[in-house]
């Protein structure tokens, strides 16, 4: 099994920033593509970036130029840099991979619990 434990939500300002991070553990074999979705209140849960294991990432359009996806593929660790924070990023953001188990098996997808990003003043 892998475990996603994501951090670094919290309140914030408008234009403020914060740095989330999602460390994976278990039994890990390898850790394919990384993806931080959001879920706000009353809203389906939508992509915010994705990066693949050799760092080629995209973005929703909401957040380009502003938030920066990154890996440390040594740390099995994923970050996203929040910049610019507006109140419509507001959310709880999930961490989720594409990961293959000790013995080597097919890849499933993970999810972590999710942490809570507040933007207001």
């Known amino acids: 099994q892998v475990q996603l434990v994501e951090s670094g939500g919290g309140l914030v300002q408008p234009g403020g920033s914060l740095r989330l991070s999602c460390a994976a553990s278990?039994?890990?074999?390898?850790?394919?593509?990384m993806r931080w979705y959001r879920q706000a209140p009353g809203k389906q849960r939508e992509l915010v970036a994705a990066i693949t294991r050799g760092g080629s990432t995209n973005y929703a359009n909401s957040v380009k130029g502003r938030f920066t996806i990154s890996r440390d593929n040594a740390k099995n660790t994923l970050y996203l840099q929040m910049n610019s924070l507006k109140p419509e990023d507001t959310a709880v953001y999930y961490c989720?991979?594409?990961?293959?188990?000790?013995?080597?098996?097919?890849?499933?997808?993970?999810w972590g619990q999710g942490t809570q990003v507040t933007v207001s003043s």
């Open positions: 278990g039994s890990i074999f390898a850790i394919d593509a």
């Open positions: 989720n991979a594409d990961a293959s188990t000790i013995p080597p098996m097919s890849s499933n997808p993970y």
